[in-house]
C-alpha cells in the first residue's frame, strides 16, 4: 500500500477551509467510495508526484487540458516570458490575435472568436448568442452530457453531477429548468420528436459531438448529421460543446474530423496549455451578435489576458508536431487492448471505448452507447479498481464517468508499466 499519511493530513485541513477539501466536485473521491483524494506537488511530463513523495503515471491530465504535458518547455518558457512582461492590462494585446488566428486558421466553421476563462462560460456564452440570435429561448441538451456548472446545463448533466447523484442542481430554479430539454444521445428519434412539437421555440440544440462526460462515447454514424438536419429544419442552431474534444483527436476541433459542421462552437481544455482558457466562435453573421458590435452582451475582466494567451500560442505550436496524434492513439489502443483481455482472463465483464488517445473502462456486460447504458456499468468495481490502480501508482479520474486522456510525453515504458498494473489490479479484483 502507498502511503498517504501527509496526504491524508492536507486534507482534513482542506476539507476544514475548503467545501468537501475541494476546488471542485470531480476531484473528490465520493464517485469511487470514498476516501481523501491525493495531494500532489509537482507534475513532470506524465508523472505526478505527491506529498508522501510517492510518484505516478498519469492519465488524469487534470481532466483533460494536460494534453502536452505538465511543464512542457515550450509552454513553461511562454508562460515565464508573459509573466516578466506583464500579466494582465484590461486593454488588446496582439498574442489575442494570433492566438485567435491559430483557432480560426484550424477550424473553418469560425471566422470569429472571444476568449473567455472558463469552457462553463464559453458554453453559457454560446447559448446567450443562439438565443439572441434566433429570438427564441428553449434549449435542447443530450442526457449525461456536461456543459459546465451554470443553470440552464444542470439538468441530466454527466461526468461530476452524476458521480454526485445530483443531476438536478438546488438552486436551480424551476424556470430555468423548463427552459431545457433532453433528450438521449445517439437516438434521433426522441430528438426528432422533441423538435416537431417545440422546435420552433428552441434557439439551439447543445451537442458533444463525442461525448466525453459519461465516458468517451462515440456518434452511431448518421446521428450528428441527423441533428444538423433536423434543427436547421426548425430554423435553431447547433452549438458544438467541444471543451474536452478540441484538439484531442487531431489538430483542431472534432466536427472536422467527424465532417459534421455546427453554427457555433465552445473551447476550453487542451488549447490553453494549462492555463484558464475557454472561447467560443462561429461565422462572422452570427458572433457580431456579440457586444460590442451587437446587442448580446458577454465580457470578462480576465478573458484573453496575456498568460493564458501566450501558454495557448505555445500549447497549440506543440501540438502541431507531426505524428503525436497518431502515437497517443496507439497507446490508447494498446490500453484497451489490455484491459479487454485482462477482463476476459479474469471472467470480468469489461467494456472499452477508445477514441484517439483517449479511452473510457466500463464494468459492463453490454456496449455503452448513452447515459442509461453509462449509469448501469458496476460502481463498485470501478471504484475497488481506481484504488488498485492507484495503489500501483496509475492516477486516473475519481470516476466511472470520466475518461484516460493520453499525453504526447507518455513513453512505450509508461503504457508497458501501465499494463503490467492493469494485469496485477485485474487479478484482484472481484
Ligand atoms: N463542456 C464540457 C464538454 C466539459 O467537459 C466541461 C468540463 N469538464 C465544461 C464544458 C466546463 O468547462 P470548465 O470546467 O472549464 O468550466
Redesign the pocket.
Known amino acids: 500500500m502507498l502511503d498517504h499519511t501527509e496526504s491524508n493530513r492536507l486534507a482534513e485541513q482542506a476539507k476544514k477551509v475548503i467545501v468537501g477539501g475541494v476546488n471542485?466536485p470531480?476531484r473528490s473521491f465520493k464517485g469511487v467510495g470514498g476516501g481523501n483524494p491525493v495531494t500532489m506537488v509537482k507534475g513532470d511530463g506524465c508523472y505526478l508526484y505527491d506529498v508522501d513523495g510517492n510518484k505516478y503515471i498519469d492519465y488524469l491530465a487534470a481532466?483533460?487540458?494536460i494534453i502536452t504535458g505538465f511543464n512542457h518547455p515550450h509552454i513553461v518558457k511562454a508562460i515565464k516570458k508573459a509573466a516578466d512582461t506583464g500579466v494582465l492590462f484590461g486593454t488588446p494585446t496582439e498574442h489575442e490575435i494570433t492566438f485567435a488566428k491559430m483557432l480560426t486558421d484550424a477550424i473553418p466553421s469560425m471566422d470569429k472568436v472571444r476568449f473567455t476563462?472558463?469552457?462553463?462560460?464559453?458554453?453559457m456564452s454560446t447559448i446567450r448568442i443562439a438565443r439572441a440570435f434566433t429570438n427564441r429561448e428553449l434549449v435542447v441538451k443530450f442526457s449525461g452530457?456536461?456543459?459546465?456548472?451554470f443553470d440552464l446545463?444542470l439538468v441530466e448533466a454527466?461526468?461530476?453531477p452524476s458521480t454526485l447523484g445530483a443531476s438536478d442542481s438546488a438552486g436551480v430554479t424551476n424556470g430555468t429548468a423548463q427552459e431545457v430539454i433532453t433528450v438521449p444521445f445517439n437516438q434521433i428519434e426522441p430528438y426528432k420528436a422533441v423538435m416537431e412539437k417545440w422546435g420552433h421555440k428552441v434557439a439551439a440544440v447543445l451537442v458533444?459531438p463525442i461525448?466525453?462526460?459519461f465516458g468517451m462515447v462515440a456518434p452511431v454514424p448518421g446521428f450528428l448529421e441527423a441533428v444538423n438536419e433536423i434543427t436547421h429544419e426548425h430554423g435553431a442552431l447547433v452549438i458544438y460543446?467541444?471543451?474536452?474534444?478540441n484538439f484531442r483527436f487531431h489538430y483542431g476541433a472534432a466536427q472536422d474530423m467527424l465532417g459534421v459542421i455546427p453554427d457555433l462552437t465552445?473551447f476550453?481544455?487542451s488549447i490553453g496549455g494549462g492555463l484558464?482558457?475557454?472561447a467560443y466562435g462561429g461565422p462572422k453573421h452570427i458572433m457580431d451578435t456579440v457586444a460590442p458590435l451587437g446587442p448580446a452582451y458577454q465580457a470578462g475582466t480576465m478573458s484573453g489576458n496575456p498568460l493564458s494567451m501566450q501558454a495557448g500560442i505555445a500549447c497549440l505550436e506543440v501540438l502541431q508536431e507531426p505524428g503525436i496524434y497518431e502515437r497517443m492513439a496507439g497507446f490508447a489502443e494498446q490500453l484497451r487492448d489490455a484491459l479487454l483481455s485482462a477482463g476476459k482472463k479474469n471472467n470480468i465483464p469489461t467494456v472499452v471505448n477508445q477514441i484517439g488517445g483517449s479511452l473510457t473502462v466500463y464494468f459492463s456486460e453490454r456496449p455503452i452507447f448513452n447515459y442509461d447504458d453509462a449509469k448501469n456499468t458496476d460502481s463498485i468495481r470501478f471504484g475497488k479498481f481506481f484504488k488498485l490502480m492507484l495503489d500501483e501508482g496509475i492516477n486516473l479520474a475519481p470516476s466511472k464517468f470520466e475518461a484516460w486522456f493520453l499525453t504526447i510525453m507518455h513513453t512505450q515504458a509508461d503504457i508497458d508499466a501501465t499494463i503490467e498494473a492493469i494485469n496485477r489490479v485485474f487479478a484482484k479484483l472481484d
Open positions: 471542485s470531480s481532466f483533460g487540458p476563462n472558463s469552457g462553463t462560460e464559453a458554453v452530457a456536461y456543459h459546465g456548472h446545463v454527466g461526468s461530476g458533444e461525448i466525453g462526460n460543446d467541444e471543451v474536452i474534444t465552445a476550453g481544455k484558464p482558457i475557454g
